[in-house]
């Protein structure tokens, strides 16, 4: 097995394909060559990562031929390196190398520096304070926590335009003209989820919002392709979500989506990440979170021979907690939104009937 080598503005990229036989299907793996992350000044030198050693590799990509001629690009990346906006840039620059340019249309940032905590004694608001206190409970009686994942289903659900239709007429006339679809998706699935699960109406549960800083936040440049992802947590009881109106959940959805709108709020979530870190994030109890990829730019890919039908994300962690919503297209070549969720059975089953009976005209 030999390297395929380019070089590009001084740096070399290799990249080994090794072809294998799968049933009737050829698989062709292309792996990181030998990798060294940056050094950090004063720290001891970082184990190098092996092409061969797939399973602890910061990237990893498998792509499959089928036999009708098309194939399948499968790709892992650790979500410390990148996130779903980086990955896509990642993929960008393969396919524009693909293609014969000389170089990738946009040029990779580092730049891991720009979400380094700048205090070391951030100001911490009451309700992020209540998720501090209760991570240091050692009770839990929410069963998306208690429970192990492999004993949930997961679903997705594919919701067309007419779908959208019928949800868009439960939405008051004041907020009819400018809720966005994850606005409207995110209140319909939270307020779903939180009957099907059988919370007690006295319970608090958050909702978190996936705030991509690109674009918001104006220190982070052009090609930045790490983890750009900020969150945002806002809590209510399920007695107050599921009682009042349709547009009083959107407008909860909002003021999520608010809480990352200033560059003060977004390095305060900075500087809270060395905190949550030494806490156990995934004993948060009854918190959903709402993560939107439709436009991260997969049907942008461009391989110039290839033309990109579909994918999506199959899972990340947790994937109790976090449900994704993203594109596809039906056999008309019609766009539709999938919503992914993770749920017990019975839980599943009284989420179904609860997404039927908003879709109902």
């Excluded at 990229?13 to 950090?40: D, I, K, N, Q, T």
């Excluded at 009770?139 to 239709?165: G, K, R, W």
């Excluded at 999506?312 to 109790?320: A, Q, R």
Aim: contains cysteine; positive net charge.
């Amino acid at each position: 097995m030999s390297p395929v080598v380019r070089e590009l503005a001084g740096y070399k990229v290799a990249a080994f394909v090794r072809y294998r036989r799968v049933g009737v299907s050829v698989a062709l793996c292309c792996e990181a060559a030998a990798l060294s992350l940056p050094p950090r000044s004063g720290s001891r030198p970082r184990r190098r990562l092996r092409a061969s050693d797939s399973t602890h590799a910061p990237v990893f990509t498998v792509i499959t031929y089928l036999k009708c001629g098309g194939f399948v690009l499968g790709t892992y990346m650790c979500h410390c390196i990148a996130d779903a906006f980086g990955t896509i840039q990642f993929l960008k620059a393969i396919v524009d190398i693909a293609r014969g340019e000389a170089k990738p249309t946009t040029l990779p940032v580092w730049e891991r520096e720009l979400f380094l905590a700048t205090s070391l004694q951030p100001h911490i608001k009451e309700d992020q304070k209540k998720l501090f206190d209760e991570l240091e409970s050692t009770t839990c009686d929410d069963i998306m926590v208690t429970m192990p994942t492999e004993n949930m289903v997961s679903e997705y659900f594919i919701l067309s335009q007419i779908d959208m239709a019928a949800l868009r007429r439960h939405v008051p006339l004041n907020l009819n003209k400018t809720v966005t679809s994850f606005e409207l998706l995110t209140a319909v699935t939270w307020r779903s989820r939180t009957i099907a699960l059988g919370y007690r109406p006295c319970h608090i549960v958050r909702l978190m919002i996936v705030v991509n800083a690109r674009g918001r936040w104006k220190k982070l440049p052009l090609g930045y392709y790490g983890n750009g992802l900020l969150c945002s947590v806002i809590e209510t009881t399920v007695n107050d979500l599921c009682t009042n109106p349709l547009g009083h959940t959107i407008e909860l959805v909002r003021k999520a989506k608010d809480e990352m709108k200033t560059e003060e709020n977004m390095q305060l979530r900075v500087d809270l990440l060395p905190l949550w870190r030494e806490k156990p994030y995934i004993k948060v109890q009854r918190i959903f979170e709402a993560c939107d990829i439709k436009w991260i730019g997969q049907d942008t890919l461009d391989i110039g021979w290839a033309k990109r039908i579909g994918g999506g994300i199959p899972t990340v962690s947790p994937p109790n907690l976090t449900s994704y919503q993203f594109l596809c297209k039906n056999e008309k070549g019609e766009k539709s939104t999938v919503i992914s969720m993770l749920l017990p059975q019975p839980a599943m089953d009284r989420f179904k009937k609860e997404m039927a009976a908003w879709l109902i005209e």
